[in-house]
């Protein structure tokens, strides 16, 4: 899936979750908040990573995982991204890529340090991301009514504002 089109899915999840919310469905507005998050995070570490698209399949995974070659544009904009001195990026290649699922993930929390912009959204956003971090995709088995007004309107604005910035 190409950077562009994470993002117009992204868009259009926010834009289902803002209808959902203004007719009281406020369930399934906060769910489609946290994938307008999760697809959002996941263009942010293609851009990172120096991608086009964002893998599917095991072996585009696979493939993605190993395809960094050291001194590349992509490895000095991994290595700053991530804050890795480039003398232990062997051993952090190692621990990290050898399992190229760590990249098949939908844990908030995982694909914001995966963007390379963790501290710097955890510092600007605190509040915003305080809530939106609580969204897991799990959440889709809560009892219906789980979500309030209040509840759902603090996801939206905070995804809203988030999104300004990503």
């Not at 959002?40 to 960094?68: M, S, Y």
């Not at 914001?112 to 088995?141: C, D, H, T």
Request: proline residues 2%; glycine residues 4%; positive net charge.
């Amino acid at each position: 899936m190409t950077r562009t089109q994470l993002k117009v899915i992204a868009k259009t999840c926010l834009k289902d979750s803002q209808m959902l919310f203004a007719a009281k469905r406020y369930d399934a507005a906060t769910a489609l908040c946290g994938y307008a998050i999760e697809l959002v995070l996941k263009e942010r570490v293609c851009r990172t990573l120096g991608w086009t698209d964002f893998p599917e399949t095991n072996g585009e995974f696979f493939q993605k995982a190993f395809d960094i070659p050291e001194n590349s544009v992509k490895l000095k904009r991994f290595c700053k991204s991530f804050n890795i001195p480039k003398d232990e990026l062997t051993e952090f290649h190692r621990k990290c890529f050898k399992n190229h699922r760590f990249l098949r993930v939908n844990n908030l929390e995982t694909l914001l340090v995966l963007s390379g912009i963790a501290e710097k959204m955890q510092q600007r956003f605190f509040i915003e991301w305080s809530i939106i971090k609580k969204w897991n995709p799990q959440n889709r088995y809560k009892k219906m009514g789980s979500e309030t007004w209040n509840s759902t309107e603090l996801m939206l604005s905070s995804v809203e504002t988030l999104f300004k910035d990503l």
